[in-house]
């Protein structure tokens, strides 16, 4: 079976096309970006609206399949921006329709997670999940996915996205604070915010903001953040792993993309006696063929869902959905 | 005198020494190659001398716990108590330690304490009294949800460690209703913490 699954929940209108026996046929994106200014989920969502159609023909193209070879459509639910996600769900709906196939609704989260697994073989990890609007230390526990750890105020990725905005460098921040913070060599004093699992971001904002003022080096500066929020979601990791037994970590989003990140990660791991697991980069991000995957893994254990049900989920939580593919 | 290691945790080393002519015990925590020289540095020296000062503050409270000798860099020399687990020992003691063992949190939350990692192995017991030990994950907090989720620990930690002895944790309930005043937010958030299942066991 071959299944397409919509991903556009946030920047990113991505579809991927798999096979039910894992092997990702197509995976294409199109990010919306902004010059200035902030992310404004109408236009993401006329941005998706815009691409989507390009964006299956081209699956379909590098995957030689033609649109009679489908037999599942897979779409992002949730959690994410209204707009952006009924975009997403129209266009998976459409497919549904006029091929005639069934549809499955995908909490994006989950979806992470199961790329991840897929990719790397990872079998029972916690799964350490970076992004814009994400932070969150994720694991299976008891027949669902659960979150063990997490922000308790912004996003990892929107802290580096301001503090890039901050230094004047452009959207998304966080290659360009990575490219800064190579260059950077003294660790200036930051609040490092770990409660139990839990981490805040906001006190590194205001305090490298407080040192920009105050003169420091802009490459000090960045390097600083790293090292503290770094560190800070790699021992949100290691206390879940140490809590629930596990010996696996498995990181997703895109700030897992940022090499030193892995480098904590993959030290933290080694340290431990555990193994690390990250991705290739394009399944690090947002992407289609996590959602296509998941919704394979879904239908396979017999969930299936009526149009009526595809109805989107701004705030869909990971432990929500019941894990019956495991 | 021979260095003894006692345990060997994820966050720290508990080691059996001298310290002018005593017996101790010595808690060294583990360096973390993936942070900054720096910073682990620094962060290990904070959070031992947060670790006394809290030590300290729950005996002041009536909590029981070693007295805190001597803290050093990032070790923490604590008094060496020569009792058995509350782990190994709750079955002989059961009539009166599961009852005391409430009353104690209550009077470490009515210090603003949350102790972050109530198991039974982390407890003493000379048969009198309990000693509470490990304040390594414990912070300053008066919010229901942190209490709740020290009075969900304790219940967890039954649960997993002592099976048949589901009683036990209704009379900590008990313990911790008689000392702590108007406990019922602290109650109803356990009840939520439960169905969250965001603490269940492997």
């Keep these: 079976m071959y299944v397409i699954g919509l991903e556009g929940t946030a920047h990113t209108a991505g579809v991927g096309i798999v096979s039910s026996e894992g092997d990702v046929l197509a995976n294409v994106k199109s990010v919306y970006t902004t010059e200035v200014g902030g992310f404004r989920p109408r236009d993401a969502a006329a941005h998706h609206a815009r691409e989507f159609p390009g964006l299956i023909r081209q699956a379909l193209e590098v995957s030689g399949l033609s649109p009679g070879d489908l037999g599942l459509v897979a779409f992002s639910q949730g959690p994410g921006m209204g707009p952006c996600l009924r975009t997403t769900a129209v266009a998976a709906r459409t497919i549904a329709l006029a091929l005639r196939i069934p549809i499955v609704g995908v909490n994006h989260c989950v979806a992470h997670l199961e790329i991840g697994r897929l990719r790397t073989g990872a079998e029972d990890p916690v799964m350490l999940y970076v992004s814009g609007g994400n932070t969150q230390v994720i694991a299976y526990a008891a027949g669902r996915y659960r979150v063990f750890g997490e922000t308790l105020d912004i996003g990892i990725g929107n802290m580096l996205d301001k503090l890039a905005r901050e230094m004047g460098l452009g959207f998304p921040g966080g290659p360009r604070i990575m490219e800064m913070a190579r260059r950077g060599e003294r660790l200036l004093d930051l609040p490092y915010s770990v409660k139990g699992m839990d981490v805040a971001f906001s006190g590194i904002l205001t305090a490298a903001k407080a040192h920009l003022r105050r003169g420091a080096r802009p490459e000090d500066v960045a390097f600083s953040v790293q090292e503290y929020a770094f560190a800070m979601v790699v021992e949100a990791a290691e206390r879940a792993m140490a809590h629930l037994g596990k010996e696996e970590i498995l990181l997703a989003g895109g700030v897992a993309l940022n090499e030193r990140l892995q480098e904590m990660a993959r030290i933290m791991a080694e340290e431990r006696g555990a193994s690390y697991h990250c991705p290739e980069p394009e399944f690090l991000p947002d992407n289609g063929a996590m959602i296509a995957w998941t919704g394979y893994l879904m239908y396979s254990s017999g969930v299936r869902m009526r149009i009526e049900d595809t109805v989107v989920r701004q705030n869909f939580r990971t432990d929500e959905v019941e894990v019956t593919w495991r | ?202």
């Design chain 2, 1 to 202: 005198m021979e260095v003894i290691i006692l345990k060997r945790g994820a966050e720290s080393v508990i080691i059996l020494d001298e310290w002018e002519g005593f017996q101790v015990v010595v808690k060294r925590r583990n360096p973390r190659s993936y942070r900054h020289p720096e910073l682990d540095k620094r962060l290990r020296k904070e959070r031992m001398r947060r670790e006394a000062r809290l030590l300290r503050q729950a005996r002041a409270s009536g909590v029981p716990t070693p007295h805190v000798l001597d803290v050093r860099d990032s070790d923490l020399v604590l008094e060496w108590l020569p009792f058995p687990t509350l782990k190994e020992v709750l079955g002989e003691h059961r009539d009166w330690a599961c009852r005391e063992l409430g009353r104690l949190v209550a009077r470490l939350h009515l210090a603003r304490i949350v102790h972050g990692d109530l198991t039974t192995s982390n407890m003493l017991t000379d048969g009198k009294r309990i000693y509470l030990l490990d304040f390594g994950l414990a912070r300053v907090s008066e919010s229901a949800e942190d209490r709740g989720v020290d009075l969900h620990l304790i219940e967890e930690a039954l649960k997993s460690a002592h099976p048949g002895m589901e009683d036990c944790f209704r009379e900590v309930l008990e313990g911790y209703r008689e000392e702590f005043p108007e406990p019922g937010p602290v109650l109803e958030k356990l009840e939520e913490i439960r169905l969250r299942g965001r603490y269940v066991e492997r």
